[in-house]
Each structure stands twice: as structure tokens, then as C-alpha cells.
């Protein structure tokens, strides 16, 4: 059987992952009530990050260790990769040495070249194009306080980056309706725009965009290595902030969403994070859960090679 890896949404069926989100449910419901659940004593996870990070070392970090195993952090310069060593090299020696591997990085390409050499199972941890555990986590807050998502409509306010891409994913895997409100210049990736089509309508403006919306999301204007087009973007997006404006377009149980770190006053306002609508907090934990789902899932298909 094939190592099975979790690159994207689209590396896992429908099904799947449901059957993930179920199980992060319920891990999360035996974290809360005090069980231990450690299936996985002896097992390591190695954590690949070239991208800063708080709430994705955290979570995988945590969740193994929850899971009976432990964690390996490694940093460009701390390891050969900083100083020039084939990704594909650095994926052989670690097939043999770890049981799974988690990378966040910049340019989608790398983790893919990785898992290509990968004998262990390789999660996307964050790349430039997609981020597919954080919308794990935010279907699952979703669920949790409204239900299934099918069906629901979906607003994406802001840049048409990894996070938007994503979105763009999960309307094909989850069947919702996506709206994406984005200046010109930002939209998504157009072959995910393609793969969506039926499902996501791209507008101007966010309160058409937010009309009617079960669920607004949105994420800051300008992403790690775009730091050098951050004025640029202050003057391009500041029609596009999330506000109570923009809120009182959708249903009055919508919630809002947000994947952190959030900047108040430029893509979300203070009144709208803060507020009763807003789910982020869960939704940062239920990055634990759904991670811990994903581990279980992946380390459990691949025993079977």
C-alpha cells in the first residue's frame, strides 16, 4: 500500500475526512473529561519548520505528546537543509528514523519533493499555497456550534492566500457555498477557482460577499515573507476589513472565524473578534484535536505497508 500523506484536502476522501473530524470530537471530549489516550508510546513525530510559528508547534507538539509519543523540532539552521542538503536526502534519512513527519514551510513544491522520498507519512504544517490542518480545525468549531457545514454559505473576506486557497478546498470536500470578497490583484489560486466552480463566487464587495452568511473568515492582509508589501497592502485591503458593518449582512448566528495571529483595526475590527460571534479560541484549540485525529488517522493507514 501506498505511504499516505496529508498534503491537501484532496488527499483525503469526503469521508475520511469526516471520519477525522468525528475522531477529533471525540478526543476532544476524553481531553476534556481527564482520560488518557496515549496508543502511540515509542512513536516520533519530526517537525520541519522553515515558517515561524506559535499555535502549529504547540499543537503538534502537544498532541504527540498527549498521544504517547514526542516531538523532534528541527529549524533550518539547525539542521543540513540550511546548509544546502537535498529536501529529497533530508526525506530518506528521516523515513528512517521518525514514524511521521509535519512540515511548515513556504513554497508548496518542498513538501511535496518531500513526501515524493517519504517512507512515513507527511503533513502540511502550512506552505504558501494551502493550509489544510487549520481548516480541519475550523470545520470542526464550525460543526461543534452550528452543525454540518453542507449546504451553509461561507464568506472569505481579504487576501486570496493559503488560508483563501484552502477555503477554496474544503467548498469542494465539505459542499458549502463560498463567497470570496478580494481586491484585484489577490485572488486565489485559478485552478483551484476552476476546481470550485459551482460553488465559489468571487466578488468586490465583502457586506455582498457576508449577505446571508452561516460562517465570515477572514485572515491577515499580509502573511509571513510579504512583509516588504505591507503598506501596498494596507492601501489595497482597507475596504475589506471585517467589521460590525460587514457582520450585520450575515445571519444573525453567524460565526466568525479567524486563524490567528489576528492584527485589530486592519483586517477584523476589536468589536468583531471579541465578540460573541467569534469562535476563534476554539477554534486555535480545536487545532490539537484535529491534529491528533489526523496523527491517529495516518499512522494507523500506513501500518498497513
Given at each position: 500500500?501506498?505511504?499516505?500523506?496529508?498534503?491537501?484536502?484532496?488527499?483525503?476522501?469526503?469521508?475520511?475526512?469526516?471520519?477525522?473530524?468525528?475522531?477529533?470530537?471525540?478526543?476532544?471530549?476524553?481531553?476534556?473529561?481527564?482520560?488518557?489516550?496515549?496508543?502511540?508510546?515509542?512513536?516520533?513525530?519530526?517537525?520541519?519548520?522553515?515558517?515561524?510559528?506559535?499555535?502549529?508547534?504547540?499543537?503538534?507538539?502537544?498532541?504527540?505528546?498527549?498521544?504517547?509519543?514526542?516531538?523532534?523540532?528541527?529549524?533550518?539552521?539547525?539542521?543540513?537543509?540550511?546548509?544546502?542538503?537535498?529536501?529529497?536526502?533530508?526525506?530518506?534519512?528521516?523515513?528512517?528514523?521518525?514514524?511521521?513527519?509535519?512540515?511548515r514551510t513556504f513554497g508548496h513544491e518542498k513538501v511535496e519533493?518531500?513526501?515524493?522520498?517519504?517512507?512515513?507519512?507527511?503533513?502540511?504544517?502550512?506552505?504558501?499555497?494551502?493550509?489544510?490542518?487549520?481548516?480541519?480545525?475550523d470545520m470542526q468549531t464550525f460543526i461543534e456550534h452550528r452543525?454540518?457545514?453542507?449546504?451553509?454559505?461561507?464568506?472569505?473576506?481579504?487576501?486570496?492566500?493559503?488560508?483563501?486557497?484552502?477555503?477554496?478546498?474544503?467548498?469542494?470536500?465539505?459542499?458549502?457555498?463560498?463567497?470570496?470578497?478580494?481586491?484585484?490583484?489577490?485572488?486565489?489560486?485559478?485552478?483551484?477557482?476552476?476546481?470550485?466552480?459551482?460553488?465559489?463566487?468571487?466578488?468586490?464587495?465583502?457586506?455582498a460577499a457576508a449577505k446571508g452568511a452561516d460562517l465570515v473568515?477572514?485572515?491577515?492582509?499580509?502573511?509571513?515573507?510579504?512583509?516588504?508589501?505591507?503598506?501596498?497592502?494596507?492601501?489595497?485591503?482597507?475596504?475589506?476589513?471585517?467589521?460590525?458593518?460587514?457582520?450585520?449582512?450575515?445571519?444573525?448566528?453567524?460565526?466568525?472565524?479567524?486563524?490567528?495571529?489576528?492584527?485589530?483595526?486592519?483586517?477584523?475590527?476589536?468589536?468583531?473578534?471579541?465578540?460573541?460571534?467569534?469562535?476563534?479560541?476554539?477554534?486555535?484549540?480545536?487545532?490539537?484535536?484535529?491534529?491528533?485525529?489526523?496523527?491517529?488517522?495516518?499512522?494507523?493507514?500506513?501500518?498497513?505497508?
Amino acid at each position: 500500500m501506498k505511504t499516505r500523506h496529508f498534503l491537501s484536502l484532496f488527499d483525503l476522501t469526503t469521508a475520511e475526512l469526516e471520519k477525522v473530524l468525528q475522531r477529533a470530537a471525540q478526543l476532544k471530549a476524553l481531553r476534556r473529561g481527564g482520560e488518557c489516550y496515549a496508543p502511540f508510546p515509542q512513536k516520533v513525530l519530526g517537525m520541519i519548520f522553515e515558517k515561524a510559528s506559535s499555535r502549529t508547534r504547540i499543537s503538534f507538539e502537544a498532541g504527540m505528546a498527549q498521544l504517547g509519543g514526542s516531538a523532534i523540532f528541527l529549524a533550518p539552521d539547525h539542521t543540513q537543509l540550511g546548509r544546502g542538503e537535498p529536501i529529497e536526502d533530508t526525506a530518506r534519512v528521516l523515513s528512517g528514523m521518525v514514524d511521521i513527519v509535519m512540515i511548515r514551510t513556504f513554497g508548496h513544491e518542498k513538501v511535496e519533493r518531500f513526501a515524493a522520498c517519504s517512507t512515513v507519512p507527511v503533513i502540511n504544517g502550512l506552505t504558501d499555497y494551502n493550509h489544510p490542518c487549520q481548516l480541519l480545525a475550523d470545520m470542526q468549531t464550525f460543526i461543534e456550534h452550528r452543525g454540518s457545514i453542507r449546504g451553509k454559505t461561507v464568506a472569505w473576506i481579504g487576501d486570496g492566500g493559503n488560508m483563501c486557497n484552502t477555503y477554496l478546498e474544503a467548498a469542494c470536500q465539505f459542499d458549502f457555498q463560498l463567497r470570496v470578497a478580494i481586491p484585484p490583484g489577490y485572488e486565489p489560486n485559478a485552478g483551484l477557482l476552476e476546481r470550485a466552480a459551482g460553488r465559489v463566487v468571487l466578488l468586490r464587495d465583502p457586506c455582498a460577499a457576508a449577505k446571508g452568511a452561516d460562517l465570515v473568515a477572514t485572515d491577515v492582509w499580509t502573511s509571513m515573507g510579504k512583509e516588504e508589501e505591507r503598506q501596498q497592502r494596507l492601501q489595497d485591503f482597507a475596504a475589506y476589513q471585517v467589521n460590525a458593518q460587514v457582520m450585520a449582512h450575515a445571519r444573525p448566528d453567524a460565526l466568525f472565524l479567524h486563524c490567528l495571529p489576528a492584527h485589530r483595526g486592519e483586517e477584523v475590527s476589536a468589536d468583531v473578534i471579541d465578540s460573541p460571534q467569534s469562535q476563534v479560541w476554539d477554534e486555535a484549540e480545536n487545532r490539537l484535536h484535529v491534529q491528533k485525529a489526523l496523527i491517529e488517522f495516518l499512522l494507523l493507514q500506513n501500518s498497513y505497508n
